[in-house]
Nanobody, 126 residues
C-alpha cells in the first residue's frame, strides 16, 4: 500500500484542520493506521492510532479531547480531525500503516510501522 497525506496548512491558534491519509494499492481495512508528527529540531512522535477494525483508538496525552482519528474503508482514507489547535501542534504530520498484530490492536511506536506517507505541514500561529 502507498500512503498520501494531505490537508495541512496554516491556521490560527484555536482553529481546526482535517488531515487526510489516502491509501492506494491495498485496502486499509487490513492495516493498523497511525499518525505521527515531527516538529523542527525534535524527534518524530506518536499522535494517534486506530486498529484494523476501527474499534480501538489511542491518542498521545497532549492531543486527547482535541484530535480525533477515524477511518473510512470504503474511501480507503484515514482522517485526523484536529480542533483547538495550539502553536505547539506545529509539525510535519505523517501517516503510517502496518499489517502486524490482530484486528483490534493499535500500534503506537514508530518502529512498528513499515509503511509511511510523505508528510503534510501543519503550522499554528499564535
Amino acid at each position: 500500500v502507498q500512503l498520501q497525506a494531505s490537508g495541512g496548512g496554516l491556521v490560527q491558534a484555536g482553529g481546526s484542520l482535517r488531515l487526510f491519509c489516502t491509501a492506494s494499492g491495498r485496502t486499509i481495512s487490513n492495516y493498523a493506521m497511525g499518525w505521527f508528527r515531527q516538529a523542527p529540531g525534535k524527534e518524530r512522535e506518536f499522535v494517534a492510532a486506530i486498529s484494523r477494525n476501527g474499534g480501538t483508538i489511542c491518542y498521545t496525552d497532549s492531543v486527547k479531547g482535541r484530535f480525533t482519528i477515524s477511518k473510512d474503508n470504503a474511501k480507503n482514507t484515514v482522517y485526523l480531525q484536529m480542533n483547538s489547535l495550539k502553536p505547539e501542534d506545529t509539525a510535519v504530520y505523517y501517516c503510517a500503516a502496518d499489517r502486524r498484530g490482530t484486528t483490534t490492536i493499535v500500534l503506537t511506536r514508530e518502529l512498528e510501522y513499515a509503511i509511511w506517507g510523505q508528510g503534510t505541514q501543519v503550522t499554528v500561529s499564535s
